[in-house]
Protein backbone atom coordinates (compact mmCIF):
# COMPACT_ATOMS: atom_id res chain seq x y z
CA UNK A 1 0.00 0.00 0.00
CA UNK A 2 0.92 3.15 -0.81
CA UNK A 3 -0.25 7.00 -0.08
CA UNK A 4 0.53 9.93 -2.11
CA UNK A 5 0.28 13.13 0.22
CA UNK A 6 3.04 12.43 2.90
CA UNK A 7 0.42 11.75 5.27
CA UNK A 8 0.25 8.93 7.56
CA UNK A 9 -2.21 6.51 7.39
CA UNK A 10 -1.86 3.58 9.74
CA UNK A 11 -4.30 0.28 9.08
CA UNK A 12 -5.81 -2.72 11.29
CA UNK A 13 -5.98 -6.11 10.04
CA UNK A 14 -7.43 -9.05 11.07
CA UNK A 15 -5.37 -12.32 10.48
CA UNK A 16 -5.23 -15.17 12.12
CA UNK A 17 -8.51 -14.71 14.03
CA UNK A 18 -7.28 -11.53 15.98
CA UNK A 19 -7.27 -7.86 15.21
CA UNK A 20 -3.68 -6.27 14.60
CA UNK A 21 -2.30 -3.17 14.44
CA UNK A 22 -2.03 -0.46 13.88
CA UNK A 23 0.49 -0.47 11.17
CA UNK A 24 2.17 1.62 8.62
CA UNK A 25 0.93 0.89 4.97
CA UNK A 26 4.91 -0.15 4.76
CA UNK A 27 4.99 -2.21 7.51
CA UNK A 28 2.15 -4.25 5.99
CA UNK A 29 3.95 -4.96 2.81
CA UNK A 30 7.11 -5.97 4.86
CA UNK A 31 4.89 -8.62 6.56
CA UNK A 32 3.22 -9.97 3.17
CA UNK A 33 6.65 -9.91 1.82
CA UNK A 34 8.10 -12.18 4.94
CA UNK A 35 5.09 -14.48 4.47
CA UNK A 36 1.44 -12.97 5.39
CA UNK A 37 -0.94 -13.96 3.07
CA UNK A 38 -2.76 -10.87 1.91
CA UNK A 39 -6.03 -12.55 0.66
CA UNK A 40 -6.50 -14.09 4.37
CA UNK A 41 -6.68 -10.58 5.71
CA UNK A 42 -8.88 -7.93 6.04
CA UNK A 43 -8.41 -3.98 6.94
CA UNK A 44 -9.59 -1.33 8.19
CA UNK A 45 -8.06 2.98 9.57
CA UNK A 46 -10.19 4.16 12.10
CA UNK A 47 -13.09 6.06 10.60
CA UNK A 48 -13.39 3.63 8.05
CA UNK A 49 -17.30 2.09 7.57
CA UNK A 50 -15.89 -1.83 6.97
CA UNK A 51 -13.22 -3.73 6.58
CA UNK A 52 -11.43 -4.15 3.45
CA UNK A 53 -9.73 -6.64 0.87
CA UNK A 54 -6.06 -6.04 0.79
CA UNK A 55 -6.80 -4.65 -2.97
CA UNK A 56 -9.83 -2.36 -1.59
CA UNK A 57 -7.11 -1.23 1.39
CA UNK A 58 -4.63 -0.06 -1.37
CA UNK A 59 -7.34 1.75 -3.25
CA UNK A 60 -8.52 3.53 -0.64
CA UNK A 61 -5.22 4.18 1.01
CA UNK A 62 -4.43 6.00 -2.30
CA UNK A 63 -8.11 8.30 -2.20
CA UNK A 64 -6.90 9.53 1.33
CA UNK A 65 -8.03 9.51 4.71
CA UNK A 66 -11.01 7.56 6.39
CA UNK A 67 -14.12 8.80 6.20
CA UNK A 68 -15.00 8.65 9.80
CA UNK A 69 -13.27 10.11 12.82
CA UNK A 70 -13.26 7.77 15.31
CA UNK A 71 -13.36 3.76 15.90
CA UNK A 72 -13.30 1.01 13.41
CA UNK A 73 -15.97 -1.14 11.72
CA UNK A 74 -17.54 -3.89 13.77
CA UNK A 75 -16.29 -7.40 14.04
CA UNK A 76 -18.73 -10.38 13.15
CA UNK A 77 -16.04 -12.92 14.35
CA UNK A 78 -13.57 -14.55 16.80
CA UNK A 79 -11.83 -11.66 16.60
CA UNK A 80 -14.34 -9.66 18.25
CA UNK A 81 -15.11 -11.45 20.86
CA UNK A 82 -13.17 -10.32 24.41
CA UNK A 83 -11.33 -12.62 26.45
CA UNK A 84 -13.34 -14.93 29.08
CA UNK A 85 -13.02 -14.56 32.06
CA UNK A 86 -12.07 -17.75 33.84
CA UNK A 87 -10.18 -20.86 32.15
CA UNK A 88 -13.59 -23.03 31.41
CA UNK A 89 -15.23 -20.25 30.11
CA UNK A 90 -12.97 -19.66 27.27
CA UNK A 91 -12.58 -23.17 26.07
CA UNK A 92 -14.67 -22.50 23.37
CA UNK A 93 -13.03 -19.45 22.65
CA UNK A 94 -8.92 -20.72 23.24
CA UNK A 95 -9.97 -23.79 20.78
CA UNK A 96 -11.46 -21.61 18.08
CA UNK A 97 -8.92 -18.93 18.19
CA UNK A 98 -6.60 -21.50 17.86
CA UNK A 99 -7.46 -23.61 14.89
CA UNK A 100 -7.95 -19.91 13.29
CA UNK A 101 -4.05 -19.26 14.15
CA UNK A 102 -3.46 -22.86 13.14
CA UNK A 103 -5.41 -22.16 9.61
CA UNK A 104 -3.93 -18.99 8.63
CA UNK A 105 -0.86 -20.95 7.48
CA UNK A 106 -1.07 -24.81 7.97
CA UNK A 107 1.62 -26.47 5.78
CA UNK A 108 3.83 -24.02 7.32
CA UNK A 109 2.93 -25.78 10.71
CA UNK A 110 2.55 -29.08 9.07
CA UNK A 111 6.06 -29.31 7.58
CA UNK A 112 7.79 -27.59 10.34
CA UNK A 113 6.21 -30.39 12.69
CA UNK A 114 7.84 -33.01 10.34
CA UNK A 115 11.07 -30.91 10.46
CA UNK A 116 10.82 -31.59 14.08
CA UNK A 117 10.04 -35.04 14.00
CA UNK A 118 12.80 -36.17 11.30
CA UNK A 119 15.76 -34.12 13.31
CA UNK A 120 14.95 -34.78 16.51
CA UNK A 121 14.68 -38.45 15.41
CA UNK A 122 17.76 -38.75 13.10
CA UNK A 123 19.38 -36.72 16.36
CA UNK A 124 18.39 -39.67 18.75
CA UNK A 125 16.45 -36.88 20.42
CA UNK A 126 18.84 -34.70 21.30
CA UNK A 127 17.96 -31.76 19.54
CA UNK A 128 14.42 -32.57 20.02
CA UNK A 129 13.96 -30.22 22.92
CA UNK A 130 15.07 -26.88 21.02
CA UNK A 131 13.09 -28.10 18.21
CA UNK A 132 9.94 -27.68 20.47
CA UNK A 133 10.60 -24.28 21.71
CA UNK A 134 10.95 -23.55 18.16
CA UNK A 135 7.53 -24.46 17.72
CA UNK A 136 6.94 -22.28 20.76
CA UNK A 137 8.55 -19.28 19.34
CA UNK A 138 6.17 -20.14 16.10
CA UNK A 139 3.31 -19.85 17.91
CA UNK A 140 3.98 -16.43 19.92
CA UNK A 141 4.77 -14.85 16.70
CA UNK A 142 1.22 -15.92 14.95
CA UNK A 143 -0.24 -14.61 18.08
CA UNK A 144 1.15 -11.33 17.44
CA UNK A 145 0.22 -11.25 13.97
CA UNK A 146 3.39 -12.29 11.75
CA UNK A 147 3.55 -14.59 9.48
CA UNK A 148 5.87 -17.72 9.79
CA UNK A 149 7.78 -20.65 8.17
CA UNK A 150 8.36 -23.88 8.42
CA UNK A 151 12.43 -23.27 9.25
CA UNK A 152 11.42 -20.96 12.19
CA UNK A 153 10.81 -24.13 14.23
CA UNK A 154 15.12 -24.06 14.46
CA UNK A 155 14.65 -20.31 16.22
CA UNK A 156 14.73 -22.45 18.92
CA UNK A 157 18.12 -23.88 18.34
CA UNK A 158 19.73 -20.85 20.55
CA UNK A 159 17.65 -22.19 23.79
CA UNK A 160 19.34 -25.99 23.73
CA UNK A 161 20.50 -25.50 27.26
CA UNK A 162 17.86 -24.35 28.71
CA UNK A 163 15.31 -26.58 26.70
CA UNK A 164 17.21 -29.36 28.42
CA UNK A 165 17.31 -28.22 31.38
CA UNK A 166 13.64 -28.02 31.65
CA UNK A 167 13.18 -31.55 30.52
CA UNK A 168 16.50 -32.77 32.95
CA UNK A 169 14.48 -31.35 35.88
CA UNK A 170 10.93 -32.18 35.28
CA UNK A 171 12.06 -35.25 34.42
CA UNK A 172 13.72 -36.26 37.62
CA UNK A 173 10.77 -34.62 39.09
CA UNK A 174 8.66 -37.30 37.90
CA UNK A 175 10.79 -40.19 37.09
CA UNK A 176 13.08 -40.06 40.09
CA UNK A 177 10.51 -41.11 42.82
CA UNK A 178 9.39 -43.85 40.44
CA UNK A 179 12.98 -45.54 39.57
CA UNK A 180 13.89 -45.33 43.95
CA UNK A 181 10.73 -47.22 44.46
CA UNK A 182 10.82 -49.91 42.15
CA UNK A 183 14.24 -50.26 42.99
CA UNK A 184 13.67 -50.99 46.81
CA UNK A 185 10.61 -53.25 45.97
CA UNK A 186 13.75 -54.89 43.55
CA UNK A 187 15.86 -55.23 46.67
CA UNK A 188 13.51 -56.53 48.94
CA UNK A 189 12.54 -58.89 46.52
CA UNK A 190 16.55 -60.50 46.03
CA UNK A 191 16.78 -60.11 50.06
CA UNK A 192 13.77 -62.26 49.80
CA UNK A 193 14.90 -65.19 47.27
CA UNK A 194 17.59 -63.56 44.88
CA UNK A 195 17.22 -63.59 41.24
CA UNK A 196 14.40 -65.63 41.20
CA UNK A 197 12.31 -63.06 43.05
CA UNK A 198 13.96 -59.46 41.98
CA UNK A 199 12.10 -59.39 38.83
CA UNK A 200 8.90 -60.32 39.95
CA UNK A 201 9.16 -57.98 43.39
CA UNK A 202 10.54 -54.88 40.57
CA UNK A 203 7.49 -55.83 39.07
CA UNK A 204 4.96 -55.25 41.97
CA UNK A 205 6.51 -51.95 43.02
CA UNK A 206 6.49 -50.96 39.92
CA UNK A 207 2.36 -51.60 39.78
CA UNK A 208 2.11 -50.18 42.77
CA UNK A 209 3.45 -46.81 42.16
CA UNK A 210 2.15 -46.30 38.52
CA UNK A 211 -1.32 -44.42 40.17
CA UNK A 212 0.89 -42.31 41.99
CA UNK A 213 3.50 -41.65 39.14
CA UNK A 214 0.25 -41.11 36.66
CA UNK A 215 -0.61 -38.17 39.15
CA UNK A 216 2.69 -36.91 39.46
CA UNK A 217 3.03 -36.46 35.90
CA UNK A 218 -0.32 -34.64 35.65
CA UNK A 219 0.60 -32.02 38.63
CA UNK A 220 3.92 -31.49 37.72
CA UNK A 221 2.41 -30.91 33.50
CA UNK A 222 -0.21 -28.96 34.90
CA UNK A 223 2.13 -26.59 37.14
CA UNK A 224 4.81 -26.53 34.66
CA UNK A 225 2.24 -25.61 31.95
CA UNK A 226 3.76 -22.42 30.39
CA UNK A 227 7.27 -22.93 31.23
CA UNK A 228 8.08 -23.31 27.49
CA UNK A 229 7.02 -20.42 26.29
CA UNK A 230 8.51 -18.59 29.61
CA UNK A 231 12.04 -19.49 28.92
CA UNK A 232 11.14 -19.27 24.86
CA UNK A 233 10.22 -15.44 25.10
CA UNK A 234 11.23 -14.17 28.51
CA UNK A 235 14.05 -16.40 28.92
CA UNK A 236 13.08 -17.33 32.32
CA UNK A 237 15.63 -19.56 33.53
CA UNK A 238 13.97 -22.93 34.88
CA UNK A 239 13.58 -22.59 38.14
CA UNK A 240 12.07 -18.92 37.47
CA UNK A 241 10.06 -20.17 34.88
CA UNK A 242 8.44 -23.48 36.61
CA UNK A 243 7.66 -20.93 39.74
CA UNK A 244 6.24 -18.33 37.04
CA UNK A 245 4.29 -21.27 35.65
CA UNK A 246 2.53 -22.80 39.28
CA UNK A 247 1.82 -19.09 40.00
CA UNK A 248 -0.31 -18.77 37.44
CA UNK A 249 -2.04 -22.04 37.51
CA UNK A 250 -3.01 -22.58 40.71
CA UNK A 251 -5.25 -19.83 40.59
CA UNK A 252 -7.58 -22.03 38.19
CA UNK A 253 -5.41 -25.14 39.00
CA UNK A 254 -9.11 -27.33 38.56
CA UNK A 255 -9.88 -25.36 35.33
CA UNK A 256 -6.31 -26.00 33.96
CA UNK A 257 -6.77 -29.88 34.68
CA UNK A 258 -9.48 -30.10 32.21
CA UNK A 259 -8.05 -27.76 29.41
CA UNK A 260 -5.05 -30.40 29.71
CA UNK A 261 -6.73 -33.54 29.74
CA UNK A 262 -8.95 -31.86 26.12
CA UNK A 263 -5.51 -31.28 24.68
CA UNK A 264 -4.29 -34.76 25.79
CA UNK A 265 -7.40 -36.08 24.41
CA UNK A 266 -6.68 -34.12 20.90
CA UNK A 267 -3.05 -35.36 20.58
CA UNK A 268 -3.85 -38.85 21.27
CA UNK A 269 -6.52 -38.83 18.56
CA UNK A 270 -4.09 -37.26 15.40
CA UNK A 271 -1.83 -40.32 17.13
CA UNK A 272 -3.82 -42.87 16.80
CA UNK A 273 -4.20 -41.90 12.44
CA UNK A 274 -0.97 -43.58 12.55
CA UNK A 275 0.31 -40.81 14.23
CA UNK A 276 -0.15 -38.54 10.77
CA UNK A 277 -2.61 -36.45 12.59
CA UNK A 278 -0.11 -35.43 15.16
CA UNK A 279 1.11 -33.24 12.11
CA UNK A 280 -1.68 -31.09 12.66
CA UNK A 281 -2.89 -32.00 16.75
CA UNK A 282 0.66 -30.86 17.66
CA UNK A 283 1.12 -27.46 16.24
CA UNK A 284 -2.91 -27.07 17.32
CA UNK A 285 -2.51 -27.80 20.80
CA UNK A 286 0.50 -25.53 21.19
CA UNK A 287 -1.30 -22.63 19.87
CA UNK A 288 -4.21 -23.04 22.02
CA UNK A 289 -1.94 -23.42 24.67
CA UNK A 290 -0.52 -19.87 23.16
CA UNK A 291 -3.43 -18.12 23.39
CA UNK A 292 -3.94 -19.03 27.01
CA UNK A 293 -0.03 -18.00 28.03
CA UNK A 294 -0.44 -15.05 25.88
CA UNK A 295 -3.83 -14.14 28.28
CA UNK A 296 -2.05 -14.49 31.37
CA UNK A 297 1.82 -12.86 30.72
CA UNK A 298 0.80 -10.22 27.65
CA UNK A 299 3.68 -9.77 25.12
CA UNK A 300 6.32 -7.41 27.17
CA UNK A 301 7.74 -4.39 24.34
CA UNK A 302 11.14 -3.58 24.37
CA UNK A 303 11.35 -1.09 21.94
Known sequence: MAHTDGVSREWYYIWAGRVHGPVSPAEFSALVGEGLKPEKATLARQGDD????????????QMGPAAGTTGLPPIASIASRPYPGTVLDGIGYWLTLGWEMLMADIWSWVLATLLMMVVG????????PPLHM??????LRVYDG????????????????PAWGLNIVLGMVMFLPVMIFVGVAA?????IG???TMMPGMMIGYMAVFPIFFVIMYFVSIACLFCLPLIAERRAGVIESIGMSWNT??????????????LGAINSAGAQVCYV????????????TAVLYRDRFPAQRTQ
Open 134 to 139: GLWLMA
Open 277 to 288: GMFVTMPFVILV
Open 146 to 161: KPVKAGDVFSGMGLFL
Open 50 to 61: RWMTYAEAQQAD
Open 249 to 262: VRTEFWGYVVVLVL
Open 187 to 191: ALGYS
Open 194 to 196: GFE
Open 121 to 128: GVSMGILA
